[in-house]
């Protein structure tokens, strides 16, 4: 899918929630590496500091990130912007040398009032599960949520 599809009729709307993936470049497992991957756990953190916004479920996956994000008053492009950006550049540091981390776009889907927020953070936690990274989630450290 094309940056510019992913794009059309991306609204930010404050206080929004939204489903939230994005890949690593040509989807390598760059996060099978436990040190890269506490790395950009960290950056999530920072990022809810810097935007006011809360990731209220998220999972990082060897080779791409899915999250349920609630926005505050910035946008959701410079919010998720921020955190691919961030972590990018803490996972070059780590590694000594600049390469692309990620994919340039990323998939959103805004929650509707009617959508259980519940069933989508299941949805995302489930993820090692149904690659069957583990067997059960308390197993995989890469993930949190506020509802689980």
Known sequence: MSWSYLKKGRVSIQSGEYFIT??????????????????????????????QCCWL???????????????SDNSLGKTVGHLKGLSAREINKIRCFSQTVWQPAYYDHALREEESRIAVARYIAANPLRKKLVDNLGSYPYWNSVFL
């Open 22 to 51: 994005f890949n690593c470049h040509n989807r390598k497992a760059l996060f099978t590496d436990h040190n890269l991957a506490k790395v950009f756990c960290r950056c999530i953190e920072i990022n809810e500091l810097l935007h």
């Open 57 to 71: 479920t998220w999972v990082l996956m060897p080779d791409h990130f899915h999250g349920l994000l609630r926005l």
